[in-house]
């Protein structure tokens, strides 16, 4: 397979047929107790969240890999790429009551070099379409 042909431009090495990302990921720490709140989370997704992950598992987004309810230092973000950095976020309307707090997490997990892209529950609903785009942009510009 020629290496132009791949979707991710990180793949680099074939092992037994496939290609794996060789790109050294910067390890961000986080709060072991919050695993087992992780978990939690993943079982019991919000709609508009399940519905993204959809679009997001499997490298479906143009080949890089999200893991959900992913904790990073002492907060969960909704879905991460280690590769990218990114934190896609998607919030309900608890967060129309706490626009400081998630102000002053976000710049904490920023701190670490993770960037963010949030969408609102109502546009995952309403304008997926919408969502994947600005998501798969973002990849492209910042890959």
Same mark, same amino acid.
């Given at each position: 397979?020629?290496?132009?042909a791949?979707? /991710? *431009?990180? %793949?680099e090495?074939?092992? @037994?047929?496939?290609?794996?990302? &060789? +790109?050294?990921?910067?390890?961000?720490?986080? /709060? *072991?107790? %919050?695993?087992?709140?992780? @978990?939690?989370?993943?079982?019991? &997704? +919000?709609?508009?969240?399940?519905?993204?992950?959809?679009?997001?598992?499997?490298?479906?987004?143009?080949?890089?890999?999200?893991?959900?309810?992913?904790?990073?230092?002492?907060?969960?973000?909704?879905?991460?790429?280690?590769?990218?950095?990114?934190?896609?976020?998607?919030?309900?309307?608890?967060?129309?009551?706490?626009i400081?707090?998630?102000?002053?997490?976000?710049?904490?997990?920023?701190?670490?070099?993770?960037?963010?892209?949030?969408?609102?529950?109502?546009?995952?609903?309403?304008?997926?379409?919408?969502?994947?785009?600005?998501?798969?942009?973002?990849?492209?510009?910042?890959?």
């Amino acid at each position: 397979m020629n290496l132009s042909a791949c979707k /991710n *431009p990180f %793949l680099e090495e074939e092992y @037994k047929g496939e290609y794996r990302a &060789m +790109t050294r990921v910067k390890i961000i720490p986080y /709060n *072991p107790q %919050l695993k087992n709140k992780a @978990k939690y989370l993943r079982k019991n &997704m +919000t709609l508009p969240e399940v519905l993204l992950w959809q679009h997001l598992k499997g490298k479906q987004m143009v080949g890089f890999d999200f893991d959900r309810q992913r904790p990073i230092d002492e907060y969960i973000v909704d879905f991460y790429c280690k590769v990218l950095m990114l934190a896609v976020e998607v919030g309900g309307q608890i967060h129309d009551y706490q626009i400081e707090k998630d102000k002053l997490r976000q710049e904490k997990i920023e701190s670490f070099g993770v960037r963010f892209l949030r969408f609102s529950a109502k546009d995952v609903l309403t304008n997926m379409e919408g969502v994947l785009i600005t998501i798969e942009a973002w990849i492209k510009e910042h890959q």
